[in-house]
């Protein structure tokens, strides 16, 4: 079974400082999409970043940053920086199977950031 | 790009009532939309899965006579909750996908339903 694992249910970082969540999955497929989700307190989903299984390059987007391991099956996000709008659950997700148009999501990391 | 609206924010009904929640594709076409069911605190549960003008696909465990969802058009998906009690209140998500390999999904802000 393709399953996702978060194993920080919370986690708190000093404003400016960098913080690392987990994340591990399961999967038999060779090519997939990996997703890091925001979900603020206002609820609404916000896609943070997005890893191609096949490229070896991490994929970055600003502040944020993944440590892809295919090998391992980890993807792990790295926030610089942090700001206190980053306060926030994360979710890992990704395609269960390969030409599913499901997305499985781990059970979440609350994430937040002090002044 | 890629905005998704859902409407309404909030709604509160009576036990044995019918509600409707719609999910709409602001400027994309979206070949495929999600439902999802929020618990506090928790993550997000995968309900069903609609193409347009066909039927949805409902996860197990999940009573498709229960959560009726329409998916008419191409910017357009309704769950509607039919006799609802109080445990089905929640928190409901919609997603959206707009084609593409990338399995990306664009989500709607949510609504809460309480049901008294």
């Known amino acids: 079974a393709q399953t996702v694992t978060q194993s920080q249910p919370e986690m708190s970082v000093q404003e400016a400082e960098t913080v690392t969540l987990s994340c591990t999955y399961d999967?038999?497929?060779?090519?997939?999409?990996l997703f890091w989700y925001k979900q603020p307190p206002s609820r609404q989903m916000i896609l943070v970043i997005r890893q191609e299984a096949y490229k070896q390059q991490n994929a970055t987007e600003n502040r944020f940053s993944v440590n892809f391991q295919k090998a391992a099956k980890s993807f792990s996000l790295k926030i610089s920086d942090s700001q206190l709008g980053d306060t926030a659950m994360y979710f890992c997700?990704?395609?269960?199977?390969?030409?599913?148009?499901?997305?499985?999501f781990g059970k979440g990391t609350k994430l937040t950031v002090n002044p | 790009g890629a905005v998704v609206s859902q409407h309404p924010s909030r709604v509160i009904c009576k036990s044995g009532t019918s509600v409707k929640i719609e999910c709409r594709s602001l400027d994309f076409q979206a070949t495929t939309m999600f439902w999802y069911r929020q618990f506090p605190k928790q993550s997000l549960m995968l309900m069903a899965t609609s193409n347009e003008g066909s039927k949805a696909t409902y996860e197990q465990g999940v009573e498709k006579d229960k959560f009726l969802i329409n998916h008419a058009s191409l910017t357009l998906s309704t769950l509607t909750v039919t006799s609802a009690h109080p445990e089905d209140s929640s928190f409901y998500i919609c997603?959206?996908?707009?084609?593409?390999?990338?399995?990306?999904?664009?989500f709607g802000p949510g609504t809460r339903l309480t049901v008294t």
């Open positions: 999967t038999s497929e060779n090519n997939y999409y």
């Open positions: 997700a990704f395609p269960p199977q390969g030409g599913s148009e499901k997305l499985v």
């Open positions: 997603s959206a996908r707009g084609g593409g390999a990338n399995y990306e999904q664009y």
